[in-house]
């Protein structure tokens, strides 16, 4: 009978966490003239009363540091047609600061004055209320202060991949997951892209 190990199991959960389907984001800070963005795709709402979101970094991030020096942040939730920016965003070469924004349309939020970006499907300004260090990443708090949104397709990450999908409605109870304030929505027909470099988020 084979033994298993830690480290298989580890490897099996790894696999399986994988294959979370997740929207994908660039969060955006800026203090002191600094500027910096990074692709995640672990944004999730912690608190509805208050509405507060939290989001996933690696030890000693750019946008964590800045972010919480400014006490502020932005998250752009981007739409099915900008995969370009996740994988930009994502990348460990691209320029330091504000070098890395050029070209991309985009405008300073009202509250962070960090970047958001046309035709992203959702806009979050945020003032932070939390950082810890969870694992071997940095957990990210933020409240929401202003919100804003467009009709549009999600960009999904699962398994490595990026996903441009419809959500549909689930005409009976019980075909798919219910959100816990609408509708339940399923993603169909996934166009899918080539992947993305995967570098932990900075």
Known sequence: M?????RDR???HDRVLRRLATPVSVLTAEHEGHR???TVSTVVR????PQVL???????????KLATA??????NMLSGGQDHLARHFAGSSRPDGAAQFHGIDWDPAAYSKAPLFRGALAHLDCRVVGRFQVGDHELLLGAVVHAATIEGEPLFSSAGELFAGKLIPVAEAGEGVLADDGPALVPTGPRPTPSA???VPS
């Open 2 to 6: 084979s033994r298993i190990t830690l």
């Open 10 to 12: 580890w490897t099996t």
């Open 36 to 38: 910096h963005g990074t």
């Open 46 to 49: 912690i608190s509805r009363r």
């Open 54 to 64: 939290g989001v996933c970094l690696k030890p000693d991030s750019v946008l964590a």
């Open 70 to 75: 400014e006490g502020r942040f932005a998250v």
């Open 197 to 199: 470099k995967e570098d």
